[in-house]
């Protein structure tokens, strides 16, 4: 286990802790979304935010558990992003073609 109590921030341990959790967290969040781009800025903004935090991990066990709660909010949120963006998109069309079009010899005023 590589990390108990409050962990050092030193790049040795930022480096074992990326080694560790960032294949295992990419694969799972790339499985989840099937977008490669996607799943590498979620899972690097992830390993930031767990980086950032000052919460204790007792172990190493306990830090993965974290990572893993974190990728399925970070999943949950990017879909929610997408179906907020979906009716949007829908919105605004289904708006603009209840817009009449102006007669072509309608003159501005």
Do not use: C
């Amino acid at each position: 286990m590589f990390v108990t109590g409050q962990p050092k921030k030193d790049s040795n341990t930022l480096k074992e802790i990326f080694d560790s959790l960032h294949p295992r967290i990419f694969n799972f969040v790339l499985k989840h979304t099937a977008d490669h781009e996607q799943a590498l800025t979620l899972t690097t903004d992830l390993l930031k935010e767990i980086w950032n935090s000052n919460h204790e991990h007792k172990d190493a066990i306990s830090l993965e558990h974290s990572a893993f709660l974190l990728a399925q909010k970070a999943i949950l949120d990017h879909y929610r992003a997408k179906i907020v963006e979906r009716k949007s998109y829908d919105f605004i069309l289904n708006e603009s073609r209840k817009i009449e079009p102006r007669p072509e010899n309608h003159k501005q005023p």
